[in-house]
């Protein structure tokens, strides 16, 4: 070969060479976060794990969180494809950060011998340990160290990240954002946890919950901020230090954990929020946890992660999010609200439908015609009898299934027949303008009222095929890198995506004159 062509050789292998490097990192940086649930089991009638496995395959939900390592599940989701992230209870992590041989025992029995079947790509370390149980803050990272060091003794450590998530307490002065900080007593225990995370590329997990920052603050958060509802300017959080402007609590709150690593000299870990959701039914002190207020934050929340918007400090990022959670946890302890966080009910019935349609590759998750008619809210109980009785009497409603010992009898109370009985009139009445108001008591809702076995005249009209897409939580591009994705790409990430275009333009001509 002569000197001329072996230039001209070696000068197309490395403009090939960085055109691959280039297209890689852009593709990297460009991926798609995803939407996740997490899955309780503090419930009466959870399903089997096989049925349970169909149930999240029937709904396209591709990512998983889940409170343990629960074997018959983990087992059941063998073969599904599902990315799962599993759990160290609280209660394990003594013996794990204590013990090197039992984290290796811990990891080759519930991940190793379950990969590559099931699809594990995370581990959790721990629930809001450095708040809820700050005695066993000393052996938070010992344990994370040891799970990661077994992995690391079997190769897995590619696979699989381990992290630990925090309360959103941990954060202190949280608006504005960029005066935010750790709690400073936590961070002996934060700064060396965070190195860990930026070393290992693992990614900060943090829930967050708008519901509860804002039932705290409701005289100075509006509503609307924290449901993700449009806002003008006017109405917009302006953080007075950067001038970045906030259309919604959550970003908000992301932006807060970023600008308080910052405050740690920590710039290349990602937040992953591992619990966020609205809860749809709530006691006399939780006015503001309803089936409609649920049903805003979720669906707004799911349409905001999948327009990749990224926060006002980082919109080149989007984190990814799991919904707390998947089934109401019927099992859990006062408030009322406790019980109520889920999408559906134990028995897969669903508690509300989204409005997620046409978001990314979603099914069809909502039907924007489907209504219902019940009662209003604050109507007393002797006017909510008489439009009752006129219901099911003059009116010609079905008010069988409201009968003792019917599927609808219970909760046994006047509000609960009346809703049944005033859907029942709308349904058979074609859903036409009027026919539900009784005088003033009634409403429309697109929230479906059916609850437990207990399902009203509106849904079953619904066809089979609609019951089977509701609530879908997978898009066409969710992929699995974004959540451990840390910001060490983004540093040169305006500077490689300049580039890469160059270069690609530029190729031909470049092509041509070596030629």
């Not at 340990?129 to 079997?154: F, T």
């Not at 009209?461 to 591009?477: I, M």
Request: hydrophobic residues 40%; glycine residues 6%.
């Amino acid at each position: 070969m002569t000197t001329s062509n072996l230039t001209l050789s070696l000068s197309l292998s490395l403009l090939l060479l960085l055109l691959l490097a280039f297209t890689d990192h852009a593709a990297t940086t460009t991926s798609a976060p995803f939407v996740g649930v997490n899955i309780g089991t503090d419930v009466s009638t959870l399903l089997p794990p096989a049925a349970l496995v169909n149930f999240l395959n029937r709904q396209k939900i591709t990512h998983v969180r889940l409170y343990d390592a629960n074997p018959d599940l983990l087992g059941a989701l063998s073969g599904t494809g599902i990315s799962v992230t599993i759990s160290v209870p609280n209660n394990q992590l003594l013996a794990i950060a204590s013990s090197n041989a039992t984290a290796s025992n811990w990891i080759r029995k519930n991940v190793a011998a379950r990969l590559p079947g099931t699809r594990i790509t995370g581990i959790s370390v721990g629930d809001e340990v450095l708040s809820s149980v700050p005695s066993s803050a000393p052996l938070l990272l010992p344990a994370i160290e040891s799970l990661h060091g077994a992995l690391v003794a079997s190769n897995l450590q590619k696979q699989v990240v381990v992290s630990t998530p925090h309360s959103f307490s941990i954060i202190l002065n949280s608006f504005p954002p960029s005066q935010s900080f750790f709690n400073q007593t936590l961070e002996p225990f934060l700064l060396p946890l965070l190195r860990f995370l930026s070393q290992t590329n693992s990614p900060l997990m943090l829930n967050l919950y708008p519901y509860y920052v804002f039932m705290q603050n409701k005289n100075l958060i509006p509503l609307d901020n924290s449901l993700f509802k449009p806002l003008s300017p006017s109405n917009h959080m302006v953080d007075p230090n950067t001038l970045l402007h906030y259309t919604n609590l959550l970003d908000a709150m992301i932006d807060a954990a970023y600008f308080s690593m910052k405050n740690l000299n920590v710039t290349d870990v990602l937040v992953l929020v591992t619990e966020t959701g609205w809860p749809s039914k709530g006691d006399s002190k939780e006015p503001y946890a309803t089936p409609s207020n649920a049903i805003t934050y979720n669906s707004n929340l799911i349409k905001h992660v999948f327009d990749r918007s990224g926060t006002p400090l980082h919109p080149e990022t989007t984190s990814s999010v799991y919904i707390y959670e998947l089934f109401n946890e019927d099992l859990r302890s006062p408030p009322l609200s406790e019980a109520n966080w889920g999408l559906f009910y134990g028995n897969a019935t669903p508690a509300y439908l989204l409005r997620v349609s046409g978001v990314g590759g979603f099914l069809a998750s909502d039907d924007a015609n489907q209504t219902y008619c019940v009662a209003a809210d604050g109507v007393d109980s002797k006017t909510l009898q008489a439009a009752l009785d006129w219901a099911c009497g003059v009116g010609r409603a079905n008010c069988s299934d409201i009968q003792p010992g019917e599927t609808c009898y219970q909760p046994n109370n006047v509000r609960n027949h009346a809703s049944y009985a005033f859907d029942s009139y709308y349904q058979t009445q074609g859903k036409s303008p009027g026919s539900c108001d009784f005088k003033g008591v009634a409403m429309i809702t697109t929230s479906d009222p059916s609850h437990g076995r207990c399902i009203f005249p509106g849904n079953k009209n619904l066809s089979n095929k609609t019951k089977q897409v509701v609530n879908t939580t997978e898009s066409s591009n969710a992929g699995d890198n974004l959540r451990f994705r840390t910001f060490r790409s983004i540093k040169i990430s305006a500077i490689n995506i300049i580039w890469h275009n160059y270069l690609v333009a530029a190729f031909p001509v470049l092509l041509l004159f070596l030629l």
